[in-house]
């Protein structure tokens, strides 16, 4: 089977093809990151007023969280 353009160099078509794929590509992760930068900045600023200001470790706070629904279970039993 025979390319349908014959005359264009395929090396050429490769370049300008991994060129848009990462121009595309990096729009992605700039515009997924614009949207959640608000979000990992909180988490940050939490994360760090937790360490800095109370001395617990973001070891401490994710054995928390890790148990959070055990305790929200017990919880929703103790109200019943």
Same mark, same amino acid.
């Given at each position: 089977?025979?390319? &349908? @353009?014959?005359?264009?160099?395929?090396?050429?078509?490769? %370049? !300008? /093809?991994? *060129?848009?794929?990462?121009?595309?590509? +990096?729009?992605?992760?700039?515009? &997924? @990151?614009?949207?959640?930068?608000?979000?990992?900045?909180? %988490? !940050? /600023?939490? *994360?760090?007023?937790?360490?800095?200001? +109370?001395?617990?470790?973001?070891?401490?706070?994710?054995?928390?969280?890790?148990?959070?629904?055990? %305790?929200?279970?017990?919880?929703?039993?103790?109200?019943?």
């Amino acid at each position: 089977m025979s390319p &349908v @353009f014959g005359g264009v160099d395929s090396q050429l078509v490769l %370049l !300008v /093809a991994a *060129v848009a794929v990462v121009v595309l590509a +990096f729009r992605l992760i700039f515009q &997924v @990151f614009r949207v959640g930068a608000g979000s990992i900045l909180g %988490l !940050v /600023a939490i *994360v760090l007023g937790l360490q800095y200001l +109370f001395g617990i470790a973001p070891k401490q706070l994710w054995f928390e969280i890790s148990h959070l629904p055990q %305790l929200a279970m017990r919880f929703v039993q103790s109200l019943s």
